[in-house]
């Protein structure tokens, strides 16, 4: 089975940073996307990231806040920018290999905003 | 608009028991409904998933059952064991606007603990 993974694991950064994490799948995929789960809480699609053009954002989410690449079929990155401690929460990408709606997630990154 | 209550919030037996989760969704034109347990430190995991032409899916000690009219389905786990213990999430697919994919909303969770 295709493996996905993100980059980095953890971190701990400052307010009014940037992290840009990344999400790594070892085989062409159609559909990637970015959620966010925030401490005990379920998880919320931030946007779809589209290969070659823009991401589709989801209400509540901003491409200043959280821009979003996809420059190819087995990679993409997400920025949480401009951080503050409301940003600490686990961010999951997720991939549809075959377009039929089931996603798997990768190992999630892990963000503790100080 | 789109919404996913899921009941329990906790859920506690003894291993052996059986569990069941269960979710209803808004949305009558949803058509896909996947389970996931998510283990600590962990991402999701797919466990099991049912569309909206079948009633009922097994998998050894899973199965998922749905109903279409009352728009619910449900997560049953037989002869728990505490490997199991874990918070389950179940999700549906909602197609907004007509566009050929939909956006996944997710339930609020179980956390299921087995005891042994």
């Known amino acids: 089975s295709a493996v996905i993974s993100q980059k980095p694991s953890r971190d701990i950064c400052q307010r009014g940073t940037s992290l840009t994490i990344q999400c790594q799948v070892d085989?062409?995929?159609?559909?990637m996307f970015w959620y966010r789960q925030q401490p005990g809480q379920s998880l919320t699609l931030i946007a779809t990231?589209?290969?070659?053009?823009?991401?589709?954002?989801e209400s509540g989410f901003v491409i200043d806040k959280f821009p979003i690449s996809r420059p190819n079929l087995t990679f993409s990155t997400l920025t949480v920018s401009n951080m503050s401690p409301e940003d600490s929460s686990i961010y999951l990408c997720?991939?549809?290999?075959?377009?039929?709606?089931?996603?798997?997630f990768g190992p999630g990154t892990r963000l503790t905003v100080t | 608009g789109e919404n996913v209550e899921q009941h329990p919030s906790t859920l506690s037996v003894q291993e052996g028991d059986s569990a069941v989760i269960k979710c209803t969704y808004s949305d009558s034109a949803s058509n896909y409904f996947p389970w996931y347990k998510q283990e600590l430190g962990k991402g999701p995991q797919l466990i099991i998933d049912?569309?909206?032409?079948?009633g009922e899916k097994k998998d050894q000690r899973i199965a998922v059952t749905l109903n279409k009219t009352a728009k619910h389905f449900s997560l049953h786990i037989t002869e728990t064991q505490p490997e199991d213990s874990a918070v389950y999430f179940c999700?549906?697919?909602?197609?907004?606007?007509?566009?050929?994919?939909?956006?996944?909303?997710f339930g609020q969770g179980t956390i299921l603990t087995v005891h042994p």
């Open positions: 049912i569309r909206s032409n079948v």
């Open positions: 085989s062409q995929v159609t559909m």
């Open positions: 990231a589209n290969q070659g053009s823009e991401a589709t954002y």
């Open positions: 997720s991939v549809d290999f075959w377009g039929m709606n089931e996603q798997y």
């Open positions: 999700a549906a697919i909602f197609n907004a606007g007509g566009t050929s994919y939909g956006k996944l909303t």
